[in-house]
DNA sequence: ATATTATTGTCTCGGTTTGATACAATAATA
DNA sequence: TATTATTGTATCAAACCGAGACAATAATAT
């Protein structure tokens, strides 16, 4: 539940905004944004000011914004990219979620002293979204509130506050789920790359090792790459191809 | 977004609950209930008082209250039933569902009269769960805005308002992709059933038929049915076994 | 009793997919 | 030129699926 904060814009400051009357109320979303690289899966975390609280990006809606485009515009934030692969994961809606506790640490960190009844002290249902990005094509932005932006690995991430550690599971279990069905290599790798990259991928979403003959037959009897040339990475050894996925 | 009501709490009614202080704010949920009969699959419909609106049920989330638990609530009221196979489909959050013009000719169906800036007239994210009921163990009830509360058929609905025919589709399309993982069979018929039921089931779901022997023979095949003994109809033909799950 | 009819349970056939292994091709290095 | 790690592809058996064949059988008609 890390907000997307502008401090230029006073109205977009959850200290200064008293009854938050530019939000929904009770709602917020949080995001679940992968990256691949190396052979890592990587999600993108918010550390906050003087707190070394971790927590996933998140935000609030716009009373007259789509919820959706309400999350797009915090991954532009955070990303500077437009048209980020985003898919609706699960709704957390327990009433003993408990973040007021946490959040107001946080604000306090940052100088907002806010009273007991402030609103984003309330109960929130959040929303959860996971993204698929390109690793290289970003440098993740932090906001007023946080030190920093940055990628973690999936499989090695900190203890998390607001009960995120759920949310990043959930969206590893729908990332699984849709991994066949939507060919979610292409937005997680470079136009081009070679079958060992897609084959990291796939691994490194499904937590287990796949048998490299098998794989490799697969993918290309989908008759959804396209080979180009070779690529020669210097290593003493055959040189794979490189693929790109047919439009 | 039909609402759950009741007469004798006046709190819960919607009209007189001025300011909706009672429950979140810009949250509703909807539920589509299915059910199979015959050969055909169900879904649950209200019809508004002197409106022939119709709409699937739904309600609002007490302050208090888990999301999920709000769901089973309003599915209790309108079904008797307390473990009812639920799952989450998809959050509905467009800005301009525009659902005050029909909530309003509604409220005054029922003769409350209530101003422009009335909470239940404010724009609603909307939560849509889809649940899995045995047909025979229900009578439906309406509540006290709606005459009636009863089965049609899914491939066959009336216009439904507040653009819940979008939502129809989303959940049937969620219960085609969870299938084969989640037994929904196990829901949606009684505990002895015969092999063509089964069949039936999933023939309504995916809105194709299936081939009986290929059908039979992965049925059996995944070792989740246990055999009892066979079922006379009456007709004249071989009696088929009645099959039921394994635990 | 016997024939008829519709449905059910199972088997078989060929085609496709999958797991597992083998092996030749090859890019850089020794 | 030999060596080494990796890559692309072939092979073989097992599993799976679509399609059809066929015997078993519950009630009815003769």
Sequence with gaps: MRRYLNMKDTRKNPGQDIDGKNYLTNIAYDSVVFGFAGDKLKILLMEYHNTKFFALPGGFVLRKENLNDAVRRGLKERTGLDNIYLEQCYVFGDADRNTGKEMKKILKANGFD??????????????????????????????????????????????????????????????????????????????????????????????????????????????????????????????????????
Aim: proline share 4%; glycine share 4%.
């Design 114 to 247: 806010v009273h007991d009844d402030h609103w984003l002290l309330d109960r929130f249902i959040s929303i959860a979204y996971y993204a698929l990005i390109n690793y290289e094509s970003v440098v993740p932005q932090p906001d007023a509130l946080s030190d920093s932006c940055t990628w973690y690995d999936a499989d090695n991430l900190p203890e998390l506050i607001f009960g995120h550690n759920a949310i990043v599971e959930k969206a590893l279990q729908t990332l699984r789920n849709n991994l066949d069905q939507r060919l979610v290599g292409i937005n997680l790798l470079p136009k081009k790359f070679t079958m060992k990259d897609l084959q990291q991928v796939y691994e490194a979403i499904l937590g287990k090792k796949l048998r490299r003959t098998t794989f490799q037959r697969k993918m290309l009897n989908l008759d959804i790459l396209k080979r180009h040339g070779k690529f020669y990475s210097g290593s003493a050894n055959k040189a794979p191809y490189l693929y790109s996925f047919k439009k």
